[in-house]
């Protein structure tokens, strides 16, 4: 079981910065791949950013140079580092992860980017 946690959305103005977090439970967190995804309204989900236990990164063309994902084992933490924010990054913003086979996703911080 793992639980995820989001936190550090908010309102910015466009070419702000915000920085997200997801706290993950459990004694797996070192173990995990974990990721950033996105939805806005009538959209679908889209993968932001991912992060391998080795540190290996992969990111959506549209956030490359602007948003960094990053991680603190020691905390069970990942991060999402956005900056250039612009109002297309507008969304819900969720952390997953999988273990065992299953899916785990936290419950989203709304990130809003508006003049």
């Known amino acids: 079981q793992v639980q995820l946690v989001e936190s550090g959305g908010g309102l910015v103005q466009p070419g702000g910065s915000l920085r997200l977090s997801c706290a993950a439970s459990?004694?797996?967190?070192?173990?995990?791949?974990m990721g950033w995804y996105r939805q806005a309204p009538g959209k679908q989900r889209e993968l932001v950013a991912t992060?391998?236990?080795?540190?290996?990164?992969d990111y959506a063309d549209s956030v490359k140079g602007r948003f960094t994902i990053s991680r603190d084992n020691a905390k069970n933490t990942v991060y999402l580092q956005m900056n250039s924010l612009k109002p297309e990054d507008t969304a819900s913003y969720l952390c997953?992860?999988?273990?065992?086979?299953?899916?785990?996703w936290g419950q989203g911080t709304q990130v809003t980017v508006s003049s």
């Open positions: 992060m391998t236990t080795r540190g290996n990164t």
């Open positions: 997953h992860t999988s273990l065992f086979t299953r899916d785990y």
């Open positions: 459990g004694s797996y967190f070192s173990l995990l791949k």
